[in-house]
């Protein structure tokens, strides 16, 4: 990834590739490649450099309409082939496409393992909180209650929190997006890119024939200023519409988040939290919140940086060629008790 | 008791034999693998031909003085071509009562057995399930027993050495090694450098098990030992000249796979999950990360053949390694290798199965898995090696043929193979022939499943390379394009394809060999795996005795070699002899269409020489 070899002034278009796109009309992953090839063409890393890799499910076709290198793997082992990637190039740009089921599901304990292990990846995952190409069975982050063909009766088990899944694994990065916000996203994106490490990125993703609408509570236009916090860090937590101001602060005598409206009771700025990307405890309480008693936290919940797997891995192997120069097959077949015959 | 020259004088005639099966047994934790180490690095420096058998439970530390905690380690060694770790041992080393109570239905009749009385108190006997004690019952009365003390006289020895009573009696190994030592005229001097390396940072413990094997030495030259019981001779082997070392199983495969990725030309990425008995690689390999080796040990088996096919994409060897269990859930990546086109290399040190079995004991019964063990038309390469110092060889076949096939390559060896010994003439590895990978560069036609007329191998493009972004997965792609197709009569092209490709491969190895006898007769003995020991020198015996039998050993289970159904319906009889229960012979019987028989040994023990030479006689005779 030399400044050398970049390809000047691509184009999101030139990121498209040859491959007619096929999920259905009105789906959020259209969105999402949008903001994706935007992203693309703003980082300007050589397309040769670039590798997506993905699972199975509607998001794990996203490889194929990228004109990079992509690889189309099996459920869930997505993270596991990246690592491989990275193992053999760490130079490459690798990014993991994968969903709710994908990622959270059959692949739970990949992806555990790589955000634990900060393998240098942008991880995008897509959450519709269904399955899609199974055709609509209730995935691992459906609310209780979702009926579905597998549920007739909705269902029972509590869904798991992506975000605050991957905080638990030991992520270094960790963040949200919505696919239509076509402004906030890429921005996002670009953050993972720039993340050395392994960069979470929680993207809510429409799926319009199993589960419309999932997400109005917080997506709809008429409600975003009131559901949805944008964190900026070291800027205080504040959200809602101009003169109807509310902000986020701790709880007096409790480790507890609560909304309050600035200028009620005295409460000004001041009073507020602000973001701090570095703190993991804070990153956690973010990711608890939701509509309707808080706003959604969309943007850089926590970036933490630390070196990544791949990196680490290399400098062992540096290590120990410099203990050890030369390496002689031949010696090394000879180490140890041997003896001439003849 | 310090060793003197002159003491030698008194000592009764050496007794000199052809070659000497023994075994050591003892508790899990009385060092009983490290004592049959020891004794193959002297030997080997004797320069005797030998095999070695290590088997241990599968727990760490079962309780001790169990018969169920009971480990051993036989081997073979002589003056003659040793084929097998041989059969009933001719000296059984008990350390303790439980070993005693295992271990001697095994022993040949007349045999000696050296037996520590210091193991044998009441309790010792009730913990193996013994009534009385066998010194005194007549259980060992068909043997020539060496009762003694060797927990006392080991205390005695190691007296000075400031250890507690609980170490100074771990030093017992030693002290009966000691006594071997001087039973088969060892050299102590390899062992006593050993210990004081490995003991570096505990020169008293070092000293300890120096004095320990000394004494055990010295008792030996000074005791009076019972009726029947002379010190022995074993002539060295008739080597081929060069230099040799012993190799084990794990680490011959260790090394061919480094030595594979530089014939190629490529990086060596090993990614596996630990599992008995395959971790061995894993250690040999990680060890070695200043020849650039990277190792990566994944979180489950799935991630660790995912990782060595990302690998394997990105343009380095992605090589993973396993058992039985683990290669169950590789089965799904192993699909996503054989359609993606990727070289990759699958070791499988087959253990007693189904299920978790008998994880430290071995069989060959992943055959069936390897072959066919996938969902859809999935074919691909399998490769068995023989013995500890065939892996390497068949490793870098496996290599060869991964990368020039763009193939994964499944490779199988067992427990028997990972763990034990041998010499090995060690190849020079700048002799050996290169096999250089070229990866596709050339934008100008290209597509990623664009096909070499010859092998039918892809075209390899590694991601970085500019003009050639291409994408690939495990939907079915299209024969001129490499795009995803649902076309009904591409994918009978593309599975004939994927087929053709791995029967192609016949005709770039070696036509069958036949080991031992004619190429044509009544009897043909074919073997695979591990069992070539057991088989040749069955064969080899009677042989000797005017019989005309034939042995053909297989590298290739698949593709076979080409020459093989000819080979094989030139025989008026074929016995299979498989640890398992006729997986071989079910591929043999579809492929050649001969009636070949069976014969069927799931002990988790290796086949001894006497039940295969049994079938042959039986067939002969018919």
Redesign the interface.
């Known amino acids: 990834m030399t400044v050398e070899t970049m390809e000047p002034n691509l184009t999101p278009k030139d990121f498209a590739s040859d491959q007619e796109v096929r999920w259905c009309p009105g789906c959020g992953d259209y969105a999402i490649l949008k903001a994706v090839y935007k992203t693309l063409a703003d980082i300007a890393v050589p397309k040769s450099d670039v590798v997506f890799v993905s699972g199975i499910g509607c998001a794990s076709r996203f490889p194929y309409h990228v004109s990079s290198y992509g690889f189309h793997t099996i459920h869930g082992r997505a993270p596991s082939v990246a690592t491989g990637i990275k193992l053999a190039n760490p130079d490459l740009s690798v990014w993991v496409v994968t969903g709710d089921g994908d990622g959270l599901s059959i692949g739970g304990n990949h992806m555990l393992h790589v955000l634990r292990r900060n393998v240098d990846l942008q991880i995008l995952l897509f959450n519709n909180e269904t399955y899609g190409l199974t055709k609509g069975q209730y995935s691992p982050t459906s609310r209780v209650g979702t009926v579905s063909p597998s549920t007739p009766m909705g269902s029972v088990d509590y869904p798991v929190s992506p975000v605050a899944f991957a905080l638990g694994s030991g992520a270094r990065f960790a963040a949200r997006s919505v696919d239509t916000m076509q402004r906030h996203l890429p921005v996002v994106l670009k953050r993972a890119h720039e993340h050395r490490g392994a960069s979470f990125v929680e993207i809510f993703q429409n799926c319009i024939v199993y589960n419309d609408g999932a997400f109005d509570d917080f997506t709809e236009k008429a409600v975003v200023d009131d559901t949805q916090i944008h964190l900026e860090h070291a800027k205080p937590l504040i959200f809602g519409k101009e003169g109807e101001e509310r902000g986020i602060r701790l709880k007096p005598g409790v480790i507890e988040l609560e909304v309050v409206r600035l200028g009620e009771g005295g409460i000004g700025i001041k009073d507020l939290l602000v973001h701090d990307e570095t703190n993991r405890s804070l990153a956690v309480m973010l990711a608890a919140m939701a509509p309707p008693d808080f706003p959604m936290a969309l943007g850089v919940l926590y970036c933490d940086p630390a070196p990544g797997y791949e990196t680490l891995v290399r400098d062992q192997i540096e290590e120990a060629k410099a203990r050890t120069p030369n390496g002689d097959l031949n010696a090394l077949l000879r180490e140890g008790y041997t003896w001439t015959v003849g | 008791m310090a060793g003197n020259a002159a003491i030698d004088l008194t000592s009764p005639p050496r007794q000199e034999v052809e070659s000497v099966v023994i075994r050591f047994a003892g508790d899990s934790g009385d060092g009983i693998q490290m004592t049959g180490g020891r004794f193959t ?1 002297v030997t ?2 004797a ?1 005797n031909d030998l095999a070695t058998f290590p088997d241990f439970p599968a727990e760490i530390r079962a309780p001790a003085g169990t018969t169920y905690g009971v480990s051993a380690f036989q081997i073979n060694f002589g003056a003659r071509n040793i084929k097998t770790s041989g059969d009933a041992p001719d000296a059984l080393i008990a350390l303790n009562a439980a070993a005693l109570a295992v271990e001697i239905r095994d022993l040949k009749p007349g045999g000696v057995v050296i037996v520590n009385t210091g193991g044998l108190a009441e309790r010792n006997l009730r913990k193996a399930g013994l009534e009385g004690n066998p010194i005194e019952d007549g259980t060992l009365s068909n043997f020539r027993v060496i009762a003694i003390d060797i927990s006392k006289l080991t205390l005695e020895a190691v007296k000075n050495s400031g250890l507690n009573k609980k170490d100074a009696l771990r030093c017992k190994n030693l002290w009966t090694l000691g006594l071997v030592y001087w039973m088969y005229d060892r050299d102590r001097q ?1 062992t006593i450098d050993w210990l004081n390396k490995r003991f570096a940072s505990h020169p008293e413990l070092a000293a300890a098990n120096v004095a320990a094997l000394n004494a055990g030495h010295a008792f030996g030259e000074t005791a009076e030992l019972a009726d029947g019981i002379t010190p022995y001779t074993v002539a060295p082997s008739h ?8 190799v084990h199983g794990a680490e011959a495969m260790a ?1 061919g796979l ?2 594979g990725a ?1 014939l190629a030309g490529l ?1 060596l ?1 090993f ?1 596996s999950y630990p599992i008995t008995p395959a971790s061995g690689v894993l250690h040999a390999l990680a060890k ?7 190792t ?1 040990q ?3 088996e ?3 053949i ?11 060897l ?1 090589v993973t390694s396993s058992s039985g269990p683990g290669m169950a859930l590789k089965t ?2 192993l ?2 290798a054989i359609s ?1 086109e990727l070289p990759l290399v699958v070791i499988n040190s087959q253990r007693a199965g189904p299920s978790t079995g008998m994880p430290t004991k071995t069989e060959q019964s992943d055959l069936y898995q390897a072959v066919f063990g996938r969902n859809g038309d999935s074919p691909l390469a399998v490769l068995a090696a023989r013995s500890p110092s065939d892996c390497f060889d068949v490793v870098i076949e496996a290599v060869r043929i991964a990368t020039k096939y763009m193939t994964p390559v499944i490779v199988l060896a067992d427990t028997y193979i990972a763990n034990a010994a041998e010499p090995w003439l ?5 002799e050996l022939t290169p096999f250089p990978v070229e990866f596709r560069t050339e934008p100008e036609g290209f597509h990623p499943y664009l096909r070499d007329e010859r092998t039918l191998g892809r075209a390899w493009a ?14 079915e792609k299209d024969y001129d394009t490499g ?2 197709s649902y076309d009904p009569a591409n994918h009978q092209r593309m599975t004939d394809a994927r087929g053709a490709k791995i029967s192609g491969i016949a005709d770039d190895i070696p036509l069958q060999a036949v080991e031992a006898g004619e190429e044509s007769g009544r009897l043909c003995v074919v073997g695979w795996g591990s069992s070539y020991g057991p088989i040749a020198r069955a064969v080899g015996n009677l042989r000797e005795e005017g019989h005309l039998v034939s042995h053909i050993h297989l590298r290739h289970i698949w593709p076979l070699p080409r020459n093989l159904v000819r080979l094989l319906r030139g025989f008026d009889k074929i016995l299979v002899p498989e640890m398992n229960t006729g997986q071989l012979l079910t591929l043999l019987r579809a492929e050649a269409l001969v009636p070949a028989e069976g014969l069927s040994s799931v002990t988790g023990k290796p086949f001894r020489i006497s039940e295969i030479e049994e079938a042959i006689r039986l067939r002969l005779g018919g």
């Open positions: 690095d080997a420096l320069g390899p080597f081929a000249p060069g230099e040799y070392r012993t090394w480094m030595v530089r990086d990425v990614s070695l990360k200043h020849f650039g080796v990277t990566f994944a979180e489950d799935i991630a660790a995912c990782a060595a096919i990302g690998a394997s994409f990105a343009g380095s992605g799904e990546a699909g996503l993606a060690i190849p020079n590895v700048d590694v991601p970085g390379t500019p003009g050639l972004e291409h994408r690939i997965g495990a939907l795009n995803i």
